[in-house]
């Protein structure tokens, strides 16, 4: 199973030492390799990038606000080996770079079509987009049956009426 593990650094000035840096590619190439990494990297600054809402005027662009530095795909088991992955990442930045006060990290599970079978039919009987999140390969329609189901599964800052979650 894949997760996405996304690592914020609370506090930090200047660039990362060369000792953390080579400390960090090593643990990353030796993950890359072992099969756990399928995808790293750093994001630029917050100037560099965008953020677009939904408002009732329309899509309004600005500032991007996620207060992510860093991030991971990883191939893992189950949640727990995953969880010890994002361990080791923060434990680097804990032992190298000791004046970066604090650090977070996140773990979720990237759901695909596959991962949610009990949503059934997505798309019209045309079969354009696919059904049960099969889809003819390379069609971009194959992003639809994805985009649906996960809008269909309660995220931060919206409540299911029935659960409350």
Not at 69 to 96: N, T
Not at 105 to 117: F, H, K, V, W, Y
Request: some cysteine.
């Amino acid at each position: 199973m894949q997760f996405l593990v996304t690592v914020s650094i609370g506090q930090h000035a200047g660039a990362p030492l060369t000792e953390f840096q080579a400390a960090m590619t090593r643990f990353v190439d030796d993950e890359t390799r072992a099969g756990t990494f399928v995808l790293t990297g750093g994001l630029a600054a917050h100037a560099d990038g965008a953020g677009i809402r939904v408002s009732k005027a329309g899509l309004v662009r600005g500032e991007p606000h996620l207060p992510i530095h860093g991030y991971a795909v990883v191939e893992c088991p189950a949640l727990k080996d995953a969880v010890d992955i994002a361990s080791r990442l923060l434990r680097l930045h804990q032992d190298f770079v000791p004046e970066w006060k604090s650090g977070t990290a996140e773990i979720r599970a990237i759901l695909g079509n596959s991962d949610l079978p009990s949503l059934g039919r997505l798309v019209d009987e045309g079969g354009t987009a696919g059904v049960n999140g099969k889809v003819a390969p390379g069609s971009a329609a194959g992003l639809l049956p994805t985009f649906a189901a996960i809008s269909a599964v309660p995220h931060w800052g919206w409540t299911d009426p029935g659960t409350g979650c």
